[in-house]
């Protein structure tokens, strides 16, 4: 009854906001005495699955976006409130083969309405926050291929349901080539119900990269929001977002990126301080803030989190100021790596970006792709990742080749190209972006990582003496920190080095020797600790091309150095340097 009741109420007064703008059509209901004037709002609240009044203020400010969905015209529809679905059993075998259209439960999906309410999960206290009446509005780029339809419309009625008319200047659909029929004329026609979405078919496969591009190009709104066609935008979702970059145009603006489930299609919050980082070799992940800095800082749940590297998928960010950055490498292709490229280059070059937790979008995660990779999909995105290095890591770059793809420094690797950089390397002199280092010292400080595996002292088990050269001489001498010429350090790339020069079988007659160090040059690579399989040969130091395992050996009688079949048992076999960095 009284959900009835509620409804009915809704109903009227939904009517009412419908078809006008909440920023010009808003229920005062009095002046307070601060010379602001509250609003009235009822708004569902997903966790009670009851309708509660909430007043926000608005005076100088614009009360945050009236939720068009918050009392849904089927309240027992498939799904409904972000609900979990199941498959009725004789269905079950169906489900199973639409999994594949879209690498998620595609059979569930079509059958929840499009406007579906889904949980208010901001934290508490967002729905009274204020934004300021004169936001920038904003151009939606949403790209796509093949996406599945029923997803692709509920991504489209999440945004104009969820978000304020005047802020949204156009929803800009870019279909990066797809196979499917229905995301032909099909699309087009249902889009005609709102004047605001531009859909742009693309000729030939760009990839997520270039299309996204297109998209900014003919955009005309203040900023550029970009999300996945896989989505549900949440409650007042865009005005924070928005917010933030009027605050400062610099800033790159994240939703928090919410979960829905590819197995039930429920909407599952989340919550603690998380945010995206890298690991090597450069892989996205969330992190969470160290306890200390939370305590440190007295963080509130509501508060902005700094984010050295954006998921990639959702956010704002000012128009010009993409521009000015210089958008994407175009030369990135399909899928892969752009987000980190970008997020090094707003923080290096003097933005930020931030996740804003009163902002928060859903996101199906899924188990594969439903379309398919141009070339290699390893190969490709191995790539992508590469061009990033090569121009944004400096001296780091050695340490991304060195978690498992040095292969691509081989010469011979005709297969891979990663293309001219030129451009991109001007553009960041031209922008006179900060270090990598400055990076990871300032955006990204809980990240331990190290220029090289190991350094110090060359220490050998059997003769208990260092490794010393001399004008390329090898020797064995008394241990002793202070003597340069026996320092030496085990790269990632797995040279061993002192200074310039790397340890090097020079050919079998001659043995060992140093050489000039060449990062090209699998000659030069030595297996030692984490890379050996074998922990009976943990402390020795392979030759890593051999087919068959060749260990560095001291010779303290005869050449210093040579090269022996290994064995475990033979301490002059066995090494250690003073120190030992881990990834
Ligand atoms: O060739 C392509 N052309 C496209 O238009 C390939 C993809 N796309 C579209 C695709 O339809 C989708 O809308 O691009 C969008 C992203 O592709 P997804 O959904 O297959 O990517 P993802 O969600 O697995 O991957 C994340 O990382 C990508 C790296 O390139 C992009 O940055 C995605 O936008 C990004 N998604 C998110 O950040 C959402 C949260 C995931 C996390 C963590
Ligand atoms: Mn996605």
């Known amino acids: 009854e009284t959900e009835k009741a509620g409804l009915e109420e809704w109903n009227k007064m939904n009517s009412s906001v419908r078809a006008t703008d909440p920023h010009t059509e808003a229920n005062d209901t009095g002046t307070q005495s601060d010379g602001k004037t509250s609003i009235g709002i009822k708004v569902w609240n997903g966790t009670k699955n009851e309708f509660v009044n909430i007043t926000a203020t608005r005076g100088v400010h614009k009360v945050l976006a009236i939720d068009m969905t918050i009392s849904p015209r089927d309240l027992k529809a498939i799904g409904q409130f972000g609900r979990r679905s199941v498959v009725p059993k004789e269905h079950e075998k169906l489900a ?20 579906r309410a889904i949980p208010d999960s901001r934290p508490e206290g967002c729905s009274n926050q204020v934004v300021h009446n004169n936001l920038p509005t904003t151009s939606i780029i949403m790209c796509f291929v093949d996406e599945v339809w029923s997803t692709l419309l509920r991504s489209v009625h999440s945004i104009f349901n969820r978000s304020p008319a005047h802020l949204i200047k156009e929803v800009i659909l870019v279909d990066d080539f797809s196979t499917k029929e229905y995301l032909k004329e099909n699309l087009d026609k249902y889009m005609t119900q709102f004047p605001k979405v531009h859909v742009i078919h693309l000729q030939e496969r760009h ?47 994240c939703p928090v990126i919410e979960v829905i489930s590819d197995e039930d299609m429920s909407y599952v919050g989340v919550t603690g301080f998380l945010r995206g980082v890298f690991t090597w070799p450069m892989n996205f992940e969330w992190k969470a803030i160290p306890d200390e800095i939370i305590k440190k800082y007295n963080l509130k749940e509501m508060d902005p989190i700094r984010c050295p590297i954006m998921a990639g998928g959702l956010f704002s960010i000012d128009k010009k100021y993409f521009y000015e950055l210089g958008t994407y490498d175009a030369g990135l292709e399909v899928w892969g790596g752009e987000n980190m490229e970008l997020s090094f280059k707003v923080w290096m070059c003097g933005g930020e970006i931030e996740i804003i937790p009163c902002s928060r979008v859903g996101h199906i995660f899924r188990d594969g792709n439903p379309y398919t990779f141009p070339k290699n999909r390893i190969k490709t995105v191995e790539r992508n990742l590469a061009r990033v290095a090569e121009v944004w890591l400096d001296e780091y770059v050695d340490v991304f080749y060195g978690h498992g793809y040095h292969h691509l420094l081989n010469t011979n690797n005709i297969e891979f190209n990663i293309g001219d950089l030129r451009k991109q390397k001007e553009l960041r002199k031209k922008l006179q972006c900060k270090s990598f280092k400055w990076y990871l010292e300032n955006v990204y400080p809980d990240f331990q990582t190290s220029l090289v595996r190991t350094d110090g002292l060359l220490f050998n088990v059997g003769t208990r003496k260092c490794l010393a050269v001399e004008n390329g001489t090898f ?3 008394v241990c002793d920190i202070k003597q340069k010429n026996q320092h030496f350090s085990h790269s990632w790339l797995r040279l061993i ?25 699998n000659n030069l690579r030595w297996f030692h600790r984490s890379f050996i399989d074998e922990p009976t040969l943990k402390d020795h130091i392979l030759w890593e091309i051999s087919q068959f395992p060749l260990c560095l050996e001291g010779n303290p009688f005869g050449k210093i150095l040579i090269i022996n079949t290994c064995d475990p048992a033979n301490t002059l076999q066995k090494w250690k340097f003073t120190n030992y960095y881990e990834d």
């Open 96 to 115: 199973k083969e639409k999994w594949s259209e879209g690498h998620f439960n595609v059979y569930l999906s079509n059958m929840i309405p499009l406007d």
């Open 207 to 253: 990839g997520l990269i270039r299309a996204r591009l297109v998209g900014a190009t003919i955009a005309t709104g203040d900023v550029l929001t970009f999300l996945d066609s896989h989505v549900e935008c949440n409650v007042g979702w865009l005005e924070p977002l928005l917010e933030i970059i009027h605050s400062k145009r610099t800033k790159v603006a």
């Open 475 to 477: 020797s064995f001498e």
């Open 497 to 521: 080095k002192q200074m310039d020069m790397c340890i090097a079988l020079l050919d079998v007659k001659q043995g060992l020797g140093m050489k000039p160090c060449d990062k090209r040059n």
